[in-house]
């Protein structure tokens, strides 16, 4: 090669080599639905009601209906108030949001006769700010949380308990795993369902896994919600994945009739990554998978993009829709798991920024998994936010005041918890012949950071071992039993606790968290009841007391030391 | 990043419609409407010519015989593979998309199942590419290869999952409806 290269300037150079430029981005193209929420190919809002039926949705009438519109327009939508709702311009409707002086029912009564178009239409109308202001105020319950993900690069069940014992006592209000190694999954999730309950009673948890299993797990006690079941926003993303929003709803009153918590997952940007948007924009099509949930009668949704980030995290106002979807599903009083729990961007700001919109205004979980282990570790492909975050994290909550669900907490408090979390997995598996966790791997354990900190394991053996969890029928009630004649009595009353829930069926009512006293924290006992400046949700007293505290604080009263 | 001394290109010269053969001894390669037409490279500009010699050198070197399909009616990942396998004589094919995400099949398995598939087409190389055809050949010899190391990458997601959305819709719209698979031979050039 002998052509010489045009010179750059030293400035082109620095920025060339910011993270940010890792990143990949990309143009819109509307019609093909690569465009987040405003696309001229977007159906125009319409709805047209008769014999107490909705004949005509958004533009179609029902003959054209595809199983999406008629099962929105049959289950989601209310027919008794919909002309009316429908009649309200989208500007007053956008205000009534934002408006602290109209309340949150107030608000509901109107959204539950609206159909995706106008929905669409009137957060359209938002921007960011705004839809943070109507996050603030729809937000399903009073007190906001998040949720962490505990898993291990090599299904290392300790690693998993271990972990789930920190980031319970570090504040997360549901823990969630799944595996590299599919038939690890009985071993894991009963790792996680220990640590999370020595780390502090009350915590819930679910390993995400084939529907199937996953069902089999929580009925048997050995899970205690379930997230990750996912629909689609177009019909033919659905049959690609053999399934329908009926099959979905059967599967959601399964875990019902156990009284297992139960929300679906869904998100911007995984019809057109799938390549079957159907011309229409990732917003629209998230709002129809928001009001099927709504149909279908769950308490929740996971959604904000989830999985697909990077697609909306492309395009130009890609993260100003995952906000919007985050606040339509809470609009029309479902539990919203804000997303945020994707590896989103190389860039620390980008990363940042992208929370900002769940973090200020609170949401039931402003992450739907943050990652309690090293994001090497994490088995659901790295997330926004892991362990090395932690103290960034607390940090921002104390310079805003606002609860973003976790604390700093002592290295000594850390530590004794892990102990105890390593050595109850430890007695629990010799109670039930499980593989032998050795007492090298509860030293390792209690003072490690990510997998490769811990001795190997027999994977063979495990993996027997896992099987056998399957083939015994252990239910959570055997896991009870068993902490109870090793000495972990707490820990067995804990679990046993939690267990009783499902009976009450107490967790399903919408937003349902247990606190440390096992009462559930729920949309009916603890309705968000923000009315504008000095009501809802405050970070005040106790709460705030413990936010104050990090790493290093210079003490005021003596500065030569520090507090934490 | 300085450009290759020798940029090879790949041309799909057709012969025509793919036929099923019957020597056990032969990989299919089955690659994707718009591989070596509308698209030169994979998402992470491996040329789609290096892909191919990588592939073809990987089958040779066991020995196998490998033979060239272009399926027109599909962009879906798990068809065009099933095609190449049900076409070949071992049953074994390779599947390729043009943004490279690959898959080795069966003729007898289901459609939905496959041998070995590489979903980050981002993380395969000329390595990968080459290990996969000796792969898939060693499977047209009855062997049973360990599979080739799957590859992972957290930041994958932000860098490439927006242009692989492109990639795939564009892919789609060279789809020829009811085009039969056509048998062609790859000429490799250097320009």
Known sequence: ?564 | MTAPAAVRTLTLKEIGPAQRASRPDEVVVAVSPAFADTFTRTIVDVPHAEVIRQVLAGIEEQGVTARMVKVWDTADLAAIAHTGARLSGSGISIGLLSRGTTMIHQRDLPRLSNLELFPQSPLLDAEVFRRIGSNAAQYAKGESPAPVPTRNDQMARPRWQAKAALLHLKEFECIVAGRRPVEVEPVISRA
């Open chain 1, 1 to 564: 090669m002998t052509a010489t290269q045009p010179r750059h300037s030293r400035r082109t150079e620095i920025l060339e080599d910011r993270p940010v430029n890792l990143d990949g981005f990309v143009e819109e193209w509307p019609e093909k639905g690569l465009v987040a929420m405003e696309s001229d190919f977007d159906p125009a809002p319409s709805v047209r009601v008769e014999d107490a039926r909705i004949v005509e949705l958004d533009g179609r009438a029902r003959a054209d209906f595809d199983f999406m519109d008629a099962f929105i327009a049959d289950h989601a939508i209310d027919v008794g108030t919909t002309e009316a709702s429908m009649a309200v311009p989208s500007d007053e409707i956008a205000r009534m949001l934002i408006n602290p002086t109209v309340s949150r029912q107030d608000v509901l009564a109107v959204t539950r006769g609206l159909t995706p178009a106008k929905i669409l239409d009137v957060v359209k109308l938002m921007n960011v700010v705004e839809i943070m202001q109507g996050m603030q105020k729809m937000r399903a319950r009073r007190t906001p949380a998040n949720q962490g993900h505990s898993t291990s690069a090599r299904d290392n069940p300790l690693q998993v308990a271990v972990d789930a014992a920190e980031g319970a006592l570090r504040g997360f209000a549901e823990l969630e795993t799944t595996l590299g190694v599919l038939r690890y999954a009985p071993l894991v999730a009963i790792a996680l369902q220990i640590g999370a309950q020595v780390g502090r009673g009350g915590v819930l948890t679910q390993c995400a896994l084939e529907e199937a299993t996953e069902l089999e797990l929580g009925m048997r006690g050995i899970t205690a919600y379930a997230e990750t079941i996912s629909i689609y926003g177009t019909e033919s993303v659905f049959v690609d994945g053999d399934d329908t929003p009926w099959s979905k709803s059967f599967l959601a009153s399964a875990y019902a009739s156990r009284g297992i918590k139960m929300r679906f997952t869904s998100g911007t940007g995984s019809e057109v990554q799938m390549g079957n948007a159907e011309g229409k924009s990732m917003l629209y099509l998230e709002i129809r998978c928001v009001l099927m949930a709504k149909g279908a009668g769950v308490q929740g949704l996971q959604n904000g993009s989830i999985s697909c980030i990077g697609v909306p995290g492309a395009m130009p106002g890609g993260i100003r829709a995952v906000a919007a979807e985050n606040l339509v599903a809470s609009m029309v009083d479902l539990e919203c798991a804000s997303g945020n729990d994707q590896s989103f961007s190389h860039s620390a700001m980008r990363r940042t920024a992208r929370m900002m919109p769940q973090l200020l205004p609170g949401t039931d979980f402003v992450c739907s998994g943050y990652s309690g282990v090293p994001n090497a570790d994490n088995m659901f492909a790295g997330s926004n936010f892991d362990t090395d975050d932690y103290d960034d994290w607390n940090t921002i909550q104390r310079d805003l005041q606002v609860d973003g669900g976790l604390r700093h907490i002592r290295e000594d408090e850390i530590l004794q918890v892990r102990n105890k979390a390593a050595r109850a997995l430890q007695a629990l598996f010799a109670e039930l012949d499980l593989p032998r966790i050795t007492d090298e791997e509860v030293e390792a354990a209690t003072y490690a950071n990510g997998s490769e900190d811990y001795p190997e394991r027999d994977v063979l053996e495990d993996l027997k071992g896992a099987q056998s969890v399957m083939d015994s029928g252990i239910t959570g009630l055997d896991l009870v039993t068993a902490l109870e004649r090793t000495g972990f009595h707490d820990v067995a009353e804990n679990l046993l606790t939690v267990l009783r829930q499902r009976v009450s069926g107490d967790l399903l009512q919408t937003s349902a968290i247990l606190t440390d006293d096992f009462v559930p924290l729920s949309a009916i006992n603890d309705a968000n009841d923000y009315a504008g400046p000095g009501t809802g949700y405050r970070l005040q007293g106790e709460r705030w007391e413990q936010l104050k505290k990090l790493r290093h604080v210079t003490s005021a009263e003596n500065p030569e030391t520090e507090v934490s």
